[in-house]
């Protein structure tokens, strides 16, 4: 019986697995070209395809606008058009979100303490291991064996 259930779930995991759809797949991000980014820029403030919000990249050279029916598409500008293109949300009375580019500042110092006490550790639980011998118990020499 025991035998049964363990060839039973692998094939019930991987059942589970096919079955199911993936549920860390990505979502498709909707993307717009640049020319639609500015006839949506041009358009009346109360078109649901008008321009309310504006989130730029300027490393990646992606802006990402929230739109008056509330999408958010992903667009990606030519780099030379950078300056227009802030100018022009500027001018639209859009101010633009800068996303920050600055890198996670990494913790070197505090991964190489943290090494330094698992190295010492070990080094304690080896010595205390080595040191604390077998348990004495009664042993044939002392005379009990007769």
Same mark, same amino acid.
């Given at each position: ?36 980014? $500015?006839?949506?820029? #041009? &358009? ?7 321009? /309310?919000? =504006?989130? *730029? ?51 070197? $110092?505090?991964?190489? #303490? &943290? ?7 070990? /080094?304690? =639980?080896? *010595? ?19």
């Amino acid at each position: 019986m025991r035998r049964a259930q363990a060839l039973l779930l692998p094939f019930a995991l991987f059942g589970l697995l096919t079955l199911t759809p993936p549920a860390f797949a990505a979502a498709s991000v909707p993307t717009e070209s640049y020319a639609t980014l $500015l006839h949506q820029l #041009a &358009a009346k403030k109360g078109d649901p395809q008008s321009v /309310i919000a =504006a989130t *730029v990249d300027k490393r990646k050279h992606h802006i990402r606008v929230t739109l008056a029916n509330n999408t958010r598409p992903l667009v990606s500008y030519p780099p030379a058009q950078d300056k227009f293109l802030i100018d022009t949300l500027l001018r639209h009375h859009i101010k633009p979100k800068y996303t920050d580019t600055k890198k996670a500042v990494h913790h070197v $110092l505090r991964y190489i #303490a &943290a090494g330094v006490v698992a190295v010492l550790l070990l /080094i304690g =639980a080896g *010595v205390w291991l080595y040191t604390r011998g077998r348990p004495q118990g009664p042993s044939p020499a002392d005379g009990q064996s007769q």
